[in-house]
């Protein structure tokens, strides 16, 4: 597999931040590599705590929402400018589904840098999107990821729904 994840915004304030999405990254993936060799079952521990933050902020934004189950009202609050431009995504919203696409991920950035194997990358990928679903959890939505960058696709997709 090859991963391709070239980067094509390149604003000041995208590029900050993407420095810090990278940063999380990376603590991620020498976490993971620590507690893989300290013999604890790293992959667990990884996506329960990944979970748990994302239904954290999950909570927060479904305050957010002011009680709207509108999934458009949902996409306001979850996907700010700067983040739609960190990630280079695309939506499409209803009343009752958020579609997401990206099209650049600082955190395969991130872990390509470090010298993660594609195998490795697309497994802390799909660590790092359990926040996600802990966020969908929060908020009475279903979850769904299809194409990933890190598994060598040209884009993420990302589907929440009522």
Not at 35 to 47: F, H, L
Not at 72 to 96: A, D, N
């Amino acid at each position: 597999m090859s991963i391709v994840n070239d980067a094509k915004i390149n604003e000041e304030k995208v590029s900050i931040n993407r420095a810090a999405i990278e940063h999380r990254a990376l603590w991620l993936g020498f976490l993971f590599d620590e507690m893989e060799k300290a013999g604890a079952d790293a992959e667990s521990i990884c996506r329960r705590a990944v979970r748990r933050c994302g239904r954290f902020h999950g909570e927060l934004h479904k305050a957010n929402c002011g009680g709207s189950e509108d999934c458009r009202v949902f996409k306001e609050v979850f996907l700010t400018e700067l983040g739609l431009k960190t990630f280079e995504m695309e939506t499409v919203q209803t009343e009752k589904e958020l579609n997401v696409t990206f099209h650049y991920c600082p955190l395969v950035s991130a872990w390509k840098k470090a010298g993660f194997s594609d195998e490795r990358i697309a497994m802390l990928c799909d660590i790092a999107m359990e926040g996600d679903r802990g966020i969908a959890d929060k908020n009475d939505m279903k979850f769904e990821l299809g194409d990933t960058i890190a598994k060598g696709c040209a884009t993420c997709r990302m589907k929440m729904s009522r």
